[in-house]
């Protein structure tokens, strides 16, 4: 019976699909899912040991949309609730991001106007206890499941923190839950008396509304304000919906936004503005760079390809595919790739082509000699497939070694940590706060009696050409050169703290900023030293050059 029942859903299931596809695929389609079904029934019940059916097939679920593209995945009943906060942002918790180091969980930020807030809790604090559960041995992850609960529930949390002494003293807090939303707006201000400043951070459910309410306040405080900065960097995407609504508040009413075609004519869809703008006269800068993705893409494509605002920064990350949520059986999901989008001068961004890999299974990049070339309303010459380009370029600095190793390894969040310990606040505000040389001198001090370790990509080559030659039969040949090289390469940490002074002041300054100010704070103190931000001020301030880049 059970067997004949298996058939019967085989016969339904392949029925379903003959539908779907014409029956061009109906027999490979029939033959592979037998196999498959008859391959599990045999491992089931001859392997060596047992086998975890959900773990074990979410393996094989994983793999086989591995092959397609990385957006398309399978969500399980478990994974619905982190999900959904990647689409709404909210949760049950007390506000704070934890990370692990050095065998403890720390706190790594504090969100500000919660529990963890409101109980004091800062970060640099080693996480001990949740609720009386030793969470030494814990992942991040599960400690972050034991913090979140119902609102309005307390949880009882004892934790440690470094003293000015350098010690670490126990004690217990009782933040109390709340419905987290994470913002989509972390911070809006303005940049000069004239120049508005709005980061959008996501497009989360309510985007469009956050960035609509930001800009109402500005322009309240500041009638003369004439332009606006809206700030897309590192900002991954999200709702499409929101990004046309937040093109709306820039352009006419009954303007194409974004196009959608997919391989079935049901995922063909136009998307237009529906209401009135909010201002169609003021300046619009936009910023955007590698980490910029999908409705990002969208906003700053539009207001580009319509000739709404100049886009500065780098090229954007390229991704024109849309994404569909479909039911499956037992409450599980599948989010697959149906569509890919169009912005109105008719280019699509995307950058990677999935459907042609390599040998090894890679993709590569659409080359620039098969970009397209599309118009803008004024005529401008704009390209499809590598993302967004923007209209002036500038673009930031990769970071140094050093800088990337004291990052990683958590140096300059120990500094920082130490520094709260002896300092309860600071008197300057984010924007007139900068680290003073006494305390740089006082962080390269430290630095040098830490044991760190980094490779320069030239030792890195080296350390390549050292082998090859071993392979080839050459090193002894060059043995003497090569060691001269190592020998000169040889990382000095001293000589290199001081030649990225700049580069470690600025990163240690956002991260003491950030203990007492938040990431709002954090925001603010960067915009003294950003040259993206110096650059959009720049071409806001005058006209002239702001109109410029709007004609061919």
């Known amino acids: 019976m059970a067997n004949l029942r298996h058939r019967v859903i085989l016969i339904l299931c392949s029925c379903s699909l003959l539908s779907f596809d014409g029956g061009n695929n109906y027999f490979e389609i029939s033959k592979n899912i037998d196999m498959f079904t008859t391959m599990y029934k045999e491992l089931n019940a001859y392997y060596v040991d047992d086998i975890e059916p959900n773990a074990f097939m979410q393996r094989g679920m994983d793999a086989m949309l591995e092959s397609l593209d990385p957006y398309t995945v399978f969500i399980s009943e478990a994974d619905i609730e982190d999900y959904r906060f990647q689409t709404t942002g909210r949760y049950g918790g007390i506000g704070c991001y934890v990370r692990e180091h050095q065998g403890h969980i720390v ?160 995922w063909d869809a136009e998307f237009k503005t529906r209401e009135d703008p909010l201002d169609l006269d003021i300046k619009v800068a936009v910023l955007i760079n590698h980490s910029s993705a999908s409705a990002s893409e969208i906003v700053s494509g539009t207001l580009q390809d319509l000739d709404r605002g100049v886009v500065i920064g780098e090229r954007s990350y390229g991704k024109g595919l849309v994404q569909t949520t479909r039911p499956l059986s037992y409450n599980a999901q599948l989010k697959l790739t149906t569509a890919k989008y169009y912005i109105p001068s008719g280019r699509c961004i995307q950058a990677l082509n999935y459907a042609e890999r390599r040998d090894d299974g890679s993709v590569g990049r659409i080359p620039d000699s098969l970009m397209q070339a599309f118009t803008t309303r004024n005529g401008r010459t704009v390209y499809d497939g590598g993302g967004i380009m923007p209209d002036l370029e500038i673009e930031m600095e990769a970071l140094s070694d050093i800088a990337f190793t004291l990052l990683s390894e958590q140096l300059i969040f120990d500094f920082t940590t130490m520094f709260q310990a002896n300092h309860d606040s600071l008197e300057q505000s984010p924007q007139n706060y900068f680290v003073p040389d006494s305390l740089f001198n006082e962080f390269a001090d430290w630095l040098r009696v830490q044991d760190f370790k980094y490779t320069t990509e030239s030792e890195d080559a080296l350390e390549a050409l050292k082998e090859k030659s071993m392979n080839d039969g050459y090193y002894e040949a060059i043995q003497g050169n090569l060691e001269n090289l190592e020998t000169e390469l040889t990382r000095d940490k001293e000589e290199d703290i001081h030649k990225h002074a700049d580069e470690l002041r600025q990163l240690l300054n956002e991260e003491i900023v950030r203990r007492y100010y938040f990431e709002q704070g954090s925001i603010e103190s960067s915009f003294q030293y950003d040259e993206q931000i110096q650059g959009a001020q720049g071409i806001l301030s005058d006209d002239a050059s702001y109109e410029s880049y709007l004609q061919p």
């Not at 419905?179 to 303005?190: F, S």
């Not at 008396?193 to 989360?204: H, P, R, T």
């Open 107 to 266: 706190v790594a930020e504090v969100i500000k106007g919660y529990g963890a807030e409101m109980a004091g809790i800062k970060g640099g604090d080693r996480i001990l206890y949740v609720d009386d559960v030793n969470v030494q041995d814990f992942s991040t992850d599960e400690v972050g499941d034991l913090m979140r609960g119902e609102p309005r529930s307390k949880v009882t949390m004892r934790i440690a923190r470094m003293q000015a002494d350098g010690e670490f003293k126990e004690f217990e807090v009782e933040p109390l839950r709340q419905e987290i939303q994470v913002l989509n707006v972390p911070y809006y201000g303005m940049l000069q008396e004239e120049i508005g400043y709005i980061k959008l951070s996501n497009f989360m459910e309510n985007a469009a509304s956050e960035v609509e309410n930001a800009f109402l306040e500005l322009k309240g405080s500041q009638p003369n304000m004439k332009s606006i900065v809206l700030d897309l960097r590192g900002n991954p995407g999200g709702l499409l919906r929101e990004a046309v609504k937040i093109c709306n508040l820039f352009i006419e009413k009954d303007e194409l936004v974004v196009e959608t075609k997919g391989r079935l004519t049901e």
